[in-house]
């Protein structure tokens, strides 16, 4: 078994790419709701730091909520494959907890075995950031990962593994900064080849450290 490792990726119940969200955002409505907003808690929007503000947040929701599109998979015949692992890292994701609406920073290592053709490599950080790109929860988001590559692929032979460093742990609850949370889905090979899914825990876990 031979093993190849990509670095970081160029840079991003619905379990479908496309179709999110499912209207188009009337940022002048969410503006309006985030001044309003502002006002209950204490301040005032037409004040100096915070003129424009709301509209910048209303902005920033219909691009975060409306993520490139363009996730069209490509993949390449490759017959001269012997048995290959290969593992993408380094793909690092932001999202929002759907329970706090407070981000959570997503690292994602995702391992296949290639059977006669081999998956573009920018394409794994363009699905990862498709799914993070609402509102989430780190085991949907890891489970949407691992099963939309294995449409891709055509088989099963699939490993995703995720650390997460959620905001709403850190800055609030128990406010514990270093806590991270690690989800994995492994199917395929991964599943029932203890040696195939050590080795690729080992080495999605080296590439967290040494990030």
Not at 190 to 202: H, I, V, W
Request: negative net charge.
């Amino acid at each position: 078994m031979t093993t190849s490792v990509a670095g970081p990726m160029p840079t991003q119940d619905t379990d479908t790419v496309s179709g999110w969200p499912a209207a188009p955002i009337d940022t002048d409505r969410v503006a309006d709701l985030i001044a309003q907003l502002l006002v209950e808690l204490g301040e005032d929007p037409s004040r100096d730091g915070l003129i424009g503000t709301p509209a910048r947040v209303a902005a920033w929701w219909s691009t975060f909520l409306s993520p490139d599109s363009d996730a069209t998979v490509t993949c390449f015949p490759e017959a001269q494959l012997s048995d290959q692992l290969v593992i993408v890292g380094g793909m690092s994701v932001w999202s929002l907890c759907e329970h706090h609406m407070l981000p959570m920073n997503l690292q994602v290592t995702a391992g296949y075995v290639p059977e006669g053709e081999v998956v573009g490599l920018s394409k794994f950080g363009r699905i990862a950031r498709q799914f993070a790109g609402r509102l989430q929860v780190q085991e949907r988001f890891t489970r949407q990962v691992a099963e939309h590559l294995t449409d891709v692929i055509g088989h099963d032979n699939i490993a995703v593994a995720v650390r997460g460093e959620h905001l709403c742990m850190s800055m609030r609850g128990v406010q514990m900064e270093a806590a991270r949370t690690t989800s994995l889905h492994a199917s395929g090979h991964f599943k029932t080849d203890p040696a195939l899914s050590q080795q690729f825990l080992t080495l999605a876990a080296a590439q967290w450290n040494a990030a």
